[in-house]
Nanobody
Framework: QVQLVESGGGLVQPGGSLRLSCTAS????????IGWFRQATGKEREAVSC???????FQSDSMRGRFIVSRDKAKNTVSLQMNTLKPEDTAVYYC???????????????????WGRGTQVTVSS
């Protein structure tokens, strides 16, 4: 079973940036499409972004232009660069893995089998 671990969350002021990372021990992430999701208190989990196994990124429309997903195959890591953060970006951020090869990935949480435990991002002054 793939075990994913997110890191990089924390407290940041509005307008600031954070970089989240998703890693896996014992598994090569490049075999998987990786999705980023977030869940704010009292709300449903929503898609942020995903990246295909080949490295093609896809963004949720609401976060396009501020959030950038990328892969580093040498480090076996998928990162989510978050810029111009807003208080409404406050949430627990999760990465998830989907066994899917090629140039596509899904922004539907039901397509993902493996999930990390999440990292808290708080945007506040």
């Amino acid at each position: 079973q793939v075990q994913l671990v997110e890191s990089g969350g924390g407290l940041v002021q509005p307008g600031g940036s954070l970089r989240l990372s998703c890693t896996a021990s014992g598994y090569t992430l490049s075999y998987y499409a990786i999705g980023w999701f977030r869940q704010a208190t009292g709300k449903e989990r929503e898609a942020v972004s995903c990246i295909s196994s080949s490295g093609e990124p896809f963004q949720s429309d609401s976060m396009r232009g501020r959030f950038i997903v990328s892969r580093d195959k040498a480090k076996n890591t998928v990162s989510l660069q978050m810029n111009t953060l807003k208080p409404e970006d406050t949430a627990v951020y999760y990465c998830a893995a989907q066994m899917l090869h090629g140039d596509t990935c899904s922004l539907s949480r039901s397509d993902y089998v493996y999930w990390g435990r999440g990292t808290q991002v708080t945007v506040s002054s």
